[in-house]
């Protein structure tokens, strides 16, 4: 995080000048108040480059209507449409307010002001807002930026995590990607958060997103040091710490699907998996039977677990291929059936364990093995 001093607003102008997509969004400014808001202010003031476009408007989207690449995207909870710029999708809001019915529930919203809207936010440092055209100053009712340069996370009321306690593990989320420390009332008010209000669909959406943060096993060990997700598994930070550095390194950059690897490392994996991971094959090809079932990312869990042999079968074995097909052990007079699959795996098995190599090789085998001439273990 930069030091509070370089965390200026008055550089704001310039950097949204620089966003892509900016242009467009202005054409929406000229017919309706339109506010830079939430994680895209708070991420531009900490200089980061490229921030996301996070778009507010107040007054009626209708009056949106006709604008290049904007699509109405209304529904009675959200009140949102979307702006395509080329490939880039900028989402766009209508500023509202909400109330919540019971503890957990999803809000009932209405049409407000855009001060109305930064009140129902979460955390201070994602309530600001800056308008895109007009009075260029930072809009900040709730003193996000002095939070932010403090690198504290303080909720804008008391009854923040009763109404959503999903907020809890955003917290967690943000404490663990700035650095942040939680202010000591927002963590009185935290240690009273209760999940169990929240519908389970709701609480993995969260854990995705920490997923995808780039110390996701910072925020998990936050979650139990909080104890806000009883049901989460205590080894979750360790197992995720080994998958988000595995996956970051060859063999498996690349191959394994990141976000998903960390998923599944977040809960306790499942026992065919860790019976993967506790298996010792003596042989490249039995290992390779091992391993081909199973998704990358069901595999770099289990190596995190322990099973180091998988590397092998990241960087080399899972690329062996024979050189013959089915139709050449056909040619050769062998009809189709379970007769030319043994005869290729039993090729394949052989080559993988250094056994023999090269077309001629691998075509007497499988001939031998399809014909029944070399018993099948």
Partial sequence: MPE???????????????LPGIDAVRRIAERVPTYLVGGAVRDLLLGADGADLDVA?????????G???????????FLTGRLEVGDQKIDV????????????ALPEVRPASIREDLARRDFTVNAMAFPIAGDARLI???????????????????????????RALRAARYAARFGFEVEPETARLLAKADLSTVSEDRIQNELRRIAAEDQPARALQLIIDW??????DLAAPGRVAEVTRLVSNPPWAGWANRELAVELATVRPLPQIRELAAATPERPSEAVRLAVPWDPSQLVVARAQGAEWLDQYAAEWRDVHLEI???????????????????????ISGKLDGELSGREEELRIALATARGEIPED
Avoid: K, M
Wanted: net charge negative; hydrophobic share 35%; proline share 10%.
């Fill in 67 to 77: 604008i290049p690449g904007y699509q109405p995207e209304r529904d009675e909870l």
């Fill in 93 to 104: 809001a209508q500023t509202r307010a909400e109330t919540y019915p019971r503890a957990g």
């Fill in 4 to 18: 509070s001093s370089q965390i200026d607003p008055e550089r704001l102008p310039q950097a949204i000048n620089a």
């Fill in 325 to 347: 097909t089915g139709e050449d052990l056909i040619a050769e007079g062998i009809p189709e059936g379970p007769a030319i699959g043994h005869g290729l795996e039993a090729a």
């Fill in 140 to 166: 900040d009712p709730h003193g996000g930026l002095e939070d932010l340069r403090a690198g504290r996370l303080r909720v804008l009321h008391d009854e923040s995590f009763i109404d959503d306690p999903t």
């Fill in 227 to 232: 104890s806000v997700l009883p049901t989460l």
């Fill in 57 to 65: 408007i107040e007054g009626d989207a209708a009056a949106l209507a």
